[in-house]
């Protein structure tokens, strides 16, 4: 079922999951990086043509979250094989996740589904405790780019500035 | 509920001297391309801009900043990195333009040669790439594009603000133009 409220909203737990993910197929979920921010960038498809695609985009940034020790995972509704020659021919390193079987159900679960049978183009960043602290919808068309997660990131590190103070 | 922090598509990083700045100075129109010399789609703007530049020379000005998406195009980060090798010998634009112009010879060798077209010391250049000495520039702008909302090559900023529409000659005139007349 997809969650009747749209895309999950800051405040709330993001729900636990894995999926089969590139490049060996082993399963992977969010849980897993707990202590560490988590971005989920759901995706309509892979292999659309273009050339800074979001995906691309988030590898060829894959040194600034790095300094924000962030987990990235791409989700979408493909499979685990499309994502591995997606993946290969973008150089894309960090993991693609296929919410295959059943199909789209972590994307509904977030209320990133979309009725035509993909996810929608969604990002989802998640503290370091497994709470969203920030979700963004856009466009399918739309390549939303970095600035909104990264101006998270920066809130998140601010606000765990404050506690340890 | 609403979303706390959106998603902007402004120019975060203000252009500085430290900039490659074609056009002049007080233009009334400052035009900032994040570009990577491997994208077709850059190439394919790089005509136009220059057209604009020229039926606009009072009004505008261009200012490039290296955004390379190094795991799609092999040879962008090295190409950039020889750009800003250039640069520091004041020949930034001379091989901006042999990049754009030979996007189908970015190899090693040919930008080689390329370097040579440009007048300057290939040897010299490629050690400095090798060592990496020219990293730290090309990381600065991608980090500052990236932060402002770019989402591919090419992103152009016109006046501060995202430009949203085509890299047709046409398209490029009625932007600046409208920004000129703003």
Redesign the interface.
């Known amino acids: 079922m997809s969650d009747p409220n749209g895309l999950i909203q800051p405040g709330r737990t993001a729900p636990g999951f894995t999926l089969p993910a590139t490049p060996d197929g082993g399963l992977i979920g969010p849980e897993q990086f707990r202590g560490r921010p988590v971005v989920l960038a759901f995706y309509p498809a892979d292999w659309s043509p273009v050339c800074g695609d979001q995906m691309s985009l988030y590898q060829s940034a894959a040194p600034v979250f790095a300094q924000y020790q962030a987990v990235v995972l791409g989700i979408s509704v493909d499979s685990i094989w499309s994502h591995r020659a997606f993946a290969e021919s973008r150089g894309i390193e960090f993991p693609l996740l296929a919410d295959f079987e059943p199909k789209g159900e972590v994307a509904r679960r977030y209320g990133a589904y979309l009725p035509q049978g993909e996810a929608a183009r969604a990002l989802v960043v998640l503290d370091p405790a497994g709470t969203v602290t920030w979700s963004y919808l856009s466009p399918p068309d739309v390549n939303p780019g970095a600035d909104g997660i990264f101006d998270a990131l920066d809130q998140l590190a601010a606000d765990r500035k404050v506690m340890a103070g | 509920?609403t979303?706390?922090?959106?998603?902007?598509?402004r120019l975060r990083d203000p252009v500085t001297t430290a900039d490659h700045i074609r056009g002049p100075a007080d233009a009334a129109v400052t035009i900032v391309e994040y570009g990577?010399f491997q994208?077709?789609?850059c190439g394919a703007a790089y005509p136009n801009l220059h057209e604009l530049l020229r039926q606009r020379a009072d009004t505008v000005r261009l200012v490039y900043r290296y955004f390379?998406?190094?795991?799609?195009?092999p040879y962008a980060e090295r190409a950039a990195e020889t750009a800003e090798a250039a640069a520091v010998r004041g020949r930034f634009w001379e091989m901006h333009d042999w990049l754009y112009e030979h996007q189908d010879q970015l190899d090693p060798v040919h930008l080689s040669l390329g370097v040579e077209q440009v007048g300057l010391p290939p040897d010299e250049l490629n050690a400095e790439v090798e060592n990496r000495a020219h990293a730290d520039r090309v990381?600065r702008d991608?980090?500052g594009g990236?932060?402002?909302?770019?989402?591919?090559?090419p992103t152009l900023f016109v006046n501060g603000v995202r430009h949203e529409g085509g890299y047709d000659l046409p398209d490029l005139l009625a932007a600046a133009d409208a920004a000129a007349n703003a």
Request: net charge positive; glycine share 6%.
């Open positions: 509920m979303t706390p922090l959106q998603v902007t598509a990577d994208c077709q789609f390379p998406i190094a795991n799609v195009h990381r991608f980090v990236i932060r402002s909302g770019v989402n591919g090559t």
